[in-house]
């Protein structure tokens, strides 16, 4: 259990932790010199079961709020230490509400230096404790007296956090590994070594992790876990890791993570939802604000989501907009500060990690961030698969909840959702939008046979559009199979159509195609162009344009460019070519594809490039600057083999 305190300087709170675990937790120089705690002090005191009990000292200053902040970061119970001469005073209150806002509600209350009051000091300070921590999170808490410059009343204190390190449940060590740091410093043997508490998940000796921002690769060489030597740490344990990479101790700095790899998303805003406590000012759109999240300070402004104004006592949804990237999750704690650090404005709760650039304050966008607030992804992941007729990414919602590998595919089959794998990318889809996704693939074909009965049917790429703007090629892919399956829909070369649908050609124009498409064989793979056509054949050129474009619908013909047309034999031999230079050179390029296609001289490098244009355009291939690679799924083009 890791033990963080909280209260007003000069209340005690760095000798109570001396008492209770013999470790003096100023361990800067000027703190001992001052006599007061400047930054976060760590003490560790041995269980009687094995296990290691944590502090974590704060100071009580209040212009060290963002070091107190940065040390209650994933603290399970608070110490709040008052002095019995004093009583509550600006920074108990202070750190109270922070704490509250953190959504820490196990604590215990110290009522220190009892030693230099008479017993009716101690009853008036215990009436002003009650009243302070009266309908908050901690009302419930034990208060004990103690003395720690005489000891008294240590044990019994002592002994309560023992019993409360035994009845807290283990953190569920589930989840990718994240740990926001709080400490770097160089050590003798060992190297850069980083400290921090961890969030979520499992770090070992050997593993590979990532330091963020800075998107710095590090290898772990060894950890202390709990102040003991450990081949590996897990969420809720203090972690001292001694890391090996390319970067030293300037390069790395407290606010920045160590995550696992895969957790290397720097964001520059989140959305969620935060409360403003009673008694501050009301927050305003667009206010600035410190955003303190996991232990760092940024800089940012808060864009009020639901309402005007945020009022106190009051809920509200946000987007918080930082001046620089960050890491956060889903269910991540951050609290808010006026631009002056002068006071607490709100704290809150990450919802979202991914939020839209549009429509951010529509009623679908705020009951998806509504869906968010629940623990359980499962009623997000309904709504946002109902909302997402192009599909949900699953791996992305996955990083986002930081879902392990067992969570995340029980969550996909808790949904009853539709997948969609193409490599990394994991879509997912509502069965009822599965459906209306075919319904209007069904429909766009209906309405192109009406439009275009003389067309043989619909090229794939361009039914994808017309289906789903936003639907990814993949799922188009499994879409077409299911309805090609089924027969439902039916395939004719490049084209898809109903199984009804017969487009035909007219007697004339088979008879005249019949005369000119010796002059396309003679060379296939730069064939005459409509004008060459024209005077080869002296029929005249606007019959010839008109014919073949009536060829190109019945799928005979294909436009590679204006007014220059290939057979469907000749598309898919070019295919196959392209995809052979594709698996030998990684992808096809003009240069190469002209040498083999022109090995004869018989066209130039401008066809070449025409070709593959012509190839991007149908979706056969894309292009990566001068190059053209095959789409994933070539399968998806079997039709070329059947020409």
């Keep these: 259990m890791i033990v963080g305190t909280a209260g007003h300087i000069d209340h005690g709170k760095t000798t109570l932790v001396k008492a209770l675990t013999?470790?003096?937790a100023d361990r800067l120089p000027e703190e001992k010199a001052r006599g007061i705690t400047l930054d976060l002090g760590y003490a560790y005191a041995p269980l009687a079961d094995g296990s290691v009990l944590g502090f974590i000292d704060v100071p009580g200053h209040?212009?060290?709020i963002h070091?107190?902040?940065?040390?209650?970061?994933?603290?399970?119970?608070?110490?709040?230490?008052?002095?019995?001469?004093?009583?509550?005073?600006?920074?108990?209150?202070?750190?109270?509400?922070?704490?509250?806002?953190?959504?820490?509600?196990?604590?215990?209350?110290?009522?220190?230096?009892?030693?230099?009051?008479d017993a009716a000091r101690i009853a008036a300070a215990r009436g002003e404790i009650a009243a302070l921590l009266a309908d908050g999170p901690l009302a419930a808490c034990p208060v004990f007296e103690v003395a720690a410059s005489t000891g008294a009343g240590v044990p019994a204190l002592r002994a309560h956090l023992e019993a409360a390190a035994a009845g807290l449940a283990p953190r569920r060590a589930d989840g990718r590994f994240r740990l926001p740091i709080d400490r770097c410093f160089s050590l003798a043997g060992a190297g850069t070594v980083v400290t921090g508490t961890a969030h979520a998940g499992r770090v070992g000796a050997g593993d590979t992790v990532m330091i963020m921002p800075p998107g710095l690769k590090a290898r772990v060489r060894s950890l202390h876990v709990q102040d003991r030597p450990a081949q590996s740490g897990q969420a809720g344990e203090r972690c001292a890791l001694a890391l090996s990479g390319d970067f030293g101790k300037r390069d790395i700095a407290r606010g920045m993570w160590l995550v696992g790899p895969a957790l290397a998303l720097p964001r520059n805003r989140f959305q969620g939802e935060l409360r403003v406590p009673a008694g501050q000012a009301p927050l305003k759109h667009l206010q600035t604000v410190h955003v303190h999240?996991?232990?760092?300070?940024?800089?940012?402004?808060?864009?009020?989501?639901?309402?005007?104004?945020a009022v106190p006592g009051t809920a509200a949804l946000v987007e918080i907009l930082l001046e620089r990237e960050t890491l956060a999750l889903r269910g991540d704690r951050f609290v808010l500060r006026d631009a002056g650090a002068r006071?607490?404005?709100?704290?809150?709760?990450?919802?979202?990690?991914?939020?839209?650039?549009?429509?951010?304050?529509?009623?679908?966008?705020?009951?998806?961030?509504?869906?968010?607030?629940?623990?359980?992804?499962?009623?997000?992941?309904?709504?946002?698969?109902?909302?997402?007729?192009?599909?949900?990414?699953?791996?992305r919602l996955a990083l986002a909840w930081n879902l392990d590998a067992a969570a995340a595919p029980a969550l996909w089959l808790r949904a009853g959702l539709r997948q969609v794998r193409d490599g990394e990318l994991l879509l997912g889809y509502a069965e009822a939008n599965w459906g209306q996704l075919e319904q209007r693939l069904l429909e766009a074909l209906a309405r192109e046979h009406e439009r275009a009965p003389d067309l043989v049917g619909v090229e794939r790429e361009r039914l994808r559009r017309m289906t789903s703007a936003n639907l990814p090629r993949p799922a188009f892919a499994a879409?077409?199979?299911?309805?090609?399956?089924?027969?439902?829909?039916?395939?004719?070369?490049?084209?898809?159509?109903?199984?009804?649908?017969?487009?035909?050609?007219?007697?004339?124009?088979?008879?005249?195609?019949a005369v000119l498409k010796p002059l396309l064989d003679a060379a296939p793979f730069n064939p005459p162009r409509v004008r060459d056509v024209f005077r080869a054949s002296g029929t005249p050129e606007e019959t010839v344009r008109q014919l073949f474009r009536r060829m190109a619908r019945g799928g005979e013909l294909?436009?590679?460019?204006?007014?220059?047309?290939?057979?469907?034999?000749?598309?898919?031999?070019?295919a196959a070519i392209v995809a052979r230079l594709a698996t030998e050179h990684g992808a096809a390029r003009a240069a190469d594809l002209r040498n083999v296609i022109y090995a004869d001289g018989s066209?130039?490098?401008?066809?070449?490039?025409?070709?593959?244009?012509?190839?991007?355009?149908?979706g056969y291939t894309r292009r990566v600057r001068d190059e053209h690679v095959p789409r994933t799924g070539r399968d998806d083009h079997a039709w070329l083999k059947n020409i």
């Design 22 to 24: 013999g470790v003096d």
């Design 62 to 64: 209040e212009k060290l």
């Design 67 to 117: 070091n107190m902040l940065a040390g209650a970061t994933g603290i399970d119970f608070v110490l709040l230490v008052i002095a019995a001469d004093d009583g509550p005073m600006p920074q108990t209150r202070e750190h109270l509400d922070l704490l509250g806002l953190l959504g820490l509600d196990r604590g215990a209350v110290a009522l220190s230096k009892c030693d230099t009051v």
């Design 293 to 309: 999240l996991g232990t760092e300070d940024i800089m940012g402004r808060v864009a009020l989501l639901d309402v005007a104004e």
């Design 343 to 395: 006071r607490t404005v709100a704290g809150g709760r990450v919802l979202d990690i991914f939020p839209p650039a549009r429509h951010k304050r529509g009623a679908e966008r705020l009951a998806l961030l509504a869906a968010m607030r629940d623990d359980d992804p499962l009623p997000t992941l309904a709504l946002l698969a109902a909302q997402s007729l192009a599909g949900v990414d699953l791996a």
């Design 479 to 513: 879409l077409v199979g299911e309805l090609l399956a089924a027969g439902r829909i039916a395939t004719t070369r490049a084209w898809l159509h109903l199984p009804q649908h017969v487009a035909s050609v007219s007697a004339a124009d088979r008879d005249l195609f």
């Design 558 to 574: 294909y436009p590679v460019a204006q007014d220059h047309y290939f057979t469907a034999r000749a598309v898919a031999d070019l």
């Design 603 to 618: 066209g130039g490098r401008k066809v070449a490039i025409q070709i593959l244009e012509f190839f991007d355009r149908i």
